[in-house]
């Protein structure tokens, strides 16, 4: 399953803090219905993600009936990406 939409770079300052997109309503229902198959637990699903032109793979992770894509480090230097940022995501679902 491929999946593009875009979205706004936001952080969650939490114990382990990340940075993330939320994936919209949308295909959040299409990942849903596929989760079943690939989620290796917790409803974490495995995908290779792109911004711009950097890929990493990396785990969607469920929050409140929707995903949110983890974005590292590395990506949002190479891309030179800021919080509140949008970016178009383009996510490869690994089966």
Do not use: N
Request: aromatic content about 12%.
């Amino acid at each position: 399953m491929d999946l593009e939409f875009s979205g706004e770079i936001w952080f969650w300052r939490g114990p382990a803090p990340w940075h993330f997109v939320t994936v919209p309503d949308e295909q959040c229902a299409a990942l849903a219905a596929t989760a079943t198959l690939v989620s290796y637990g917790w409803g974490m699903i495995p995908v290779t993600a792109r911004i711009g032109a950097t890929d990493w793979r990396t785990s969607l992770w469920p929050k409140d009936g929707r995903y949110l894509v983890p974005v590292k480090a590395g990506v949002r230097k190479a891309e030179e990406l800021e919080v509140g940022d949008t970016v178009t995501v383009r996510l490869t679902v690994d089966a």
